[in-house]
């Protein structure tokens, strides 16, 4: 299989979120077939569900030599070697990793949905991931990521300062 761009949103409100999120993307790059390749700038956005901690998200463009499901697994991995435990939908959670789009492709499986069933519903994965790939399209609607955030509320979600979000971080 040849490089694939994709992109996943990344998300936690527990712990030191913003060290888990930049040790996700060394755990990501210590993979030898997933290259990041950029990420946004990290977000506070409040949480949708139960009463609970805002998150820090922030979106990343990959590429990568595996197929959907493939990656999907890893992904899984990296959640669970930094602690994450399913227990409550929208509940709280150490690290949350969502596939969102893989290149062009469309694909409804049991285990995985691309593009993201809710992409287009959440300003807290559209708005990072138009800072890095506004440009890049929803295979099935055909519209751009920056063309899908102007439909969407930006309330309650801010972007950290850069020197925030380069501190505490002691893996660096």
Not at 12 to 38: C, E, W, Y
Not at 89 to 115: E, K, M, S
Not at 122 to 131: G, H, K, M
Not at 132 to 140: E, F, S, T
């Amino acid at each position: 299989m040849s490089f694939v761009s994709c992109a996943i949103a990344l998300g936690s409100n527990l712990g030191d979120s913003l060290a888990i999120l930049k040790g996700t993307f060394k755990q990501l790059d210590r993979h030898p077939h997933i290259t990041v390749m950029a990420h946004s700038s990290f977000y506070q956005t409040p949480p949708v569900g139960p009463p609970q901690p805002d998150y820090i998200n922030v979106a990343a463009l990959l590429e990568t030599e595996l197929a959907p499901e493939e990656l999907l697994r890893n992904l899984l991995q990296i959640e669970a070697a930094f602690g994450r435990v399913r227990r409550e939908r929208w509940g709280p959670r150490l690290l949350d990793l969502d596939l969102l789009l893989f290149g062009d492709v469309v694909l409804t499986t049991p285990t995985l949905q691309i593009p993201h069933p809710r992409m287009h519903e959440r300003a807290f994965v559209l708005i990072p991931l138009a800072e890095i790939a506004g440009h890049w399209r929803d295979p099935i609607s055909g519209k751009t990521i920056a063309q899908l955030t102007q439909g969407i509320s930006s309330d309650g979600i801010q972007r950290l300062p850069k020197d925030q979000s380069d501190q505490n971080n002691a893996s660096e």
